[in-house]
T-cell receptor
């Protein structure tokens, strides 16, 4: 069964460093998402992406964040200058137009020290 | 702003028991509601999706209901098993958001004891 994959599974970085989190959505999906979950808190929406542009973003998704679909398979989230409070599990999700369910990847645990 | 709440926060039951998890949302103008399962340190597995026009959906031992007007959904698990132990999340999609963002509840942590 097709699934969303994410790399790396765990990333440790120092405050102020740039990180890129990578996702490979399900191949025929057209809508892509990033969510995050700070330990012990709710899963929060960050951004949605369709047709090579951001379709919606939350108040969390400020200028430090950017997304890109550099080729036909990858979808990336970049954090330009990480802060301690960016430590969280980051989930990528995707869906098609034909179905309504969002399918989630296993997540990348980001630890900022 | 949509708020999603799940009760109880944690639930422990003996194996074989039937149980109900609750989800409530403040804005009834939803497009759909999705139930997920999350195992510790893992991603989210979609269990059931109910469209706003539907009253319930079933998959195996799981049955999800939706009462949009009262802002409530329930997830019924029949004949619970230890393998059902996980955190169960509900999430709603608002009709008016073009990006189809999901708003999540905080989850119910379920433990099924052998």
């Amino acid at each position: 069964e097709p699934e969303v994959t994410q790399t790396p599974s765990h990333q440790v970085t120092q405050m102020g460093q740039e990180v890129i989190l990578r996702c490979v959505p399900i191949s025929n999906h057209l809508y892509f998402y990033w969510y995050r979950q700070i330990l012990g808190q709710k899963v929060e929406f960050l951004v949605s992406f369709y047709n090579n542009e951001i379709s919606e973003k939350s108040e969390i998704f400020d200028d430090q964040f950017s997304v890109e679909r550099p080729d036909g398979s990858n979808f990336t989230l970049k954090i330009r200058s990480t802060k301690l409070e960016d430590s969280a599990m980051y989930f990528c999700a995707s869906k098609t137009t034909a179905i309504y369910e969002q399918y989630f990847g296993p997540g990348t645990r980001l630890t900022v020290t | 702003k949509q708020e999603v709440t799940q009760i109880p926060a944690a639930l422990s039951v003996p194996e074989g028991e039937n149980l109900v998890l609750n989800c409530s949302f403040t804005d009834s103008a939803i497009y759909n509601l999705q139930w997920f399962r999350q195992d510790p340190g893992k991603g989210l597995t979609s269990l059931l999706l109910i469209q706003s026009s539907q009253r319930e959906q079933t998959s195996g031992r799981l049955n999800a209901s939706l009462d949009k007007s009262s802002g409530r959904s329930t997830l019924y698990i029949a004949a619970s098993q230890p393998g059902d132990s996980a955190t169960y999340l509900c999430a709603v999609r608002q009709r008016e958001t073009s990006g189809s963002r999901l708003t999540f509840g905080e989850g119910t942590q379920l433990t099924v004891n052998p």
